[in-house]
């Protein structure tokens, strides 16, 4: 088997649950706007902000755009009448503030560095958002370099993020280089098109998507990746 020297992390549902927090993020915000059943509310709210990504992953919106448009969408769905950047601003000063981590994430990370692993974090995201998650998260010291789209004009799965990301860590061939994520559109295909290894990180089991390309490895579990330096 393949030994990895570098790895490359994805950070949200790879490392920390963002899941969990947007969630728990949202319905402590829309308590303020909206009397309706929390629950009922995430749910449309969740389809809606994912339409809006897929959208600028296929480049048909801004990153920028994202943070007003769903809850403008959002806002005319539940006939709410308050301002959509006041609302997202909102949000944000709860998400900022919620950290969950993935399972294993911090004994993973540990395990790593006492084997004197050099890591990064590449994360599609938004600065704000993103710097000080990562400053809670207390796992700031174990990466080398945080690279957040948002910050650099560029994201996953564009090569220009990765060509950036190699001119922030210390030099490997890119055969030692291992991309972690989650995301098969953004981490693995960014990974194919660097021609950077990659690992797909799978805890739900779900199929392979794509006949395209496809990760070089599959773990279920962030301690499998023990196994792969
Ligand atoms: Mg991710």
């Not at 981490?187 to 194919?192: M, P, Q």
Request: glycine residues 4%; aromatic residues 12%; contains cysteine.
């Amino acid at each position: 088997m393949k030994k990895y020297k570098y790895l490359l992390f994805d950070l949200d549902n790879t490392l920390l649950d963002f899941t969990r927090s947007s969630e728990s993020s949202f319905k402590q915000m829309i308590g303020h706007y909206s009397n309706l059943d929390k629950e009922t509310l995430f749910k449309e709210y969740y389809i809606i902000n994912k339409a809006c990504w897929s959208a600028a992953e296929r480049g048909e919106l801004a990153l920028s755009e994202i943070k007003t448009l769903r809850f403008q969408r959002f806002n005319a769905l539940f006939e709410i009448d308050a301002d959509p950047n006041k609302m997202n601003t909102h949000y944000f000063d709860y998400l900022r503030e919620s950290v969950f981590y993935v399972n294993d994430a911090l004994d993973v990370l540990k395990q790593l560095r006492a084997k004197q692993v050099g890591m990064s974090i590449i994360t599609n995201g938004l600065k704000e958002v993103q710097d000080r998650r990562i400053d809670l998260s207390g796992i700031k010291d174990y990466f080398d370099a945080i690279i957040i789209s948002d910050a650099i004009g560029v994201k996953k799965p564009d090569t220009a993020f990765f060509d950036y990301t190699l001119k922030q860590i210390p030099s490997f061939n890119k055969e030692d280089l291992l991309v972690i994520g989650d995301t098969a559109g953004s981490d693995i295909l960014g990974a194919y098109n660097a021609n950077i290894p990659s690992c797909w990180f799978n805890p739900n089991q779900k199929e392979w998507s794509s006949n395209k390309f496809k990760p070089t490895h599959t773990i279920s579990q962030l301690p499998e990746l023990l196994e792969l330096i």
